[in-house]
């Protein structure tokens, strides 16, 4: 789910930015220490949304940079449990599809993918023996975060599942829906 998240730092300008307006310079060094940064707390930041307050610089001595005490908005994402997401297959294995969701992937292992018997082939191709229904690169899918992990905080784990009423390739969902209005 993305966030708005409001935020208070004090911000390094280095005096090799001190040429730029204040505004640019704080949003300059705000991008470059938080996009892309991932947490427990925030989630991923994704951007800089809007700069909300930026009170007097103070220089330390021995540093020579200036200080700024910032209040400022991020866009952030943050992977919850049993939340359903629509994604794009980025990359199809012998053990299960990976799928970029908002700036992250997740992974559906094989059994996930579909309610059926999956067999995987060799130019990226998972295939249901009696549905006869394909997953490759660059579908498009709905599904559901089973679990989440920040074990590794700069590469958090996200698992997805497909075998639920709902989820699944798109173009599957709206055979299904086609079925149902018959």
Known sequence: MFYKVKVNDH?????KLFG???????TKKIKEKYEGYISQDLGIVVDLIDLLKIKEGT?????????FETEFELLTYEPELQEVTLGRVKDVSDFGVFMTIGPIE???????TMDDFVSFSKDKVLAGKESKRVLKVGDKCKARIIAVSYKDISNPKIGLTMRQQGLGKLEW???AETKVKK
């Open 173 to 175: 969902l709206e055979e």
């Open 106 to 112: 997740g992974m559906i292992h094989i059994s996930q």
């Open 11 to 15: 911000i390094r300008v280095e005096p």
């Open 20 to 26: 730029l307006k204040v505004e640019e310079s704080v």
């Open 59 to 67: 220089i330390i001595p021995g540093d020579g940079a200036s200080y």
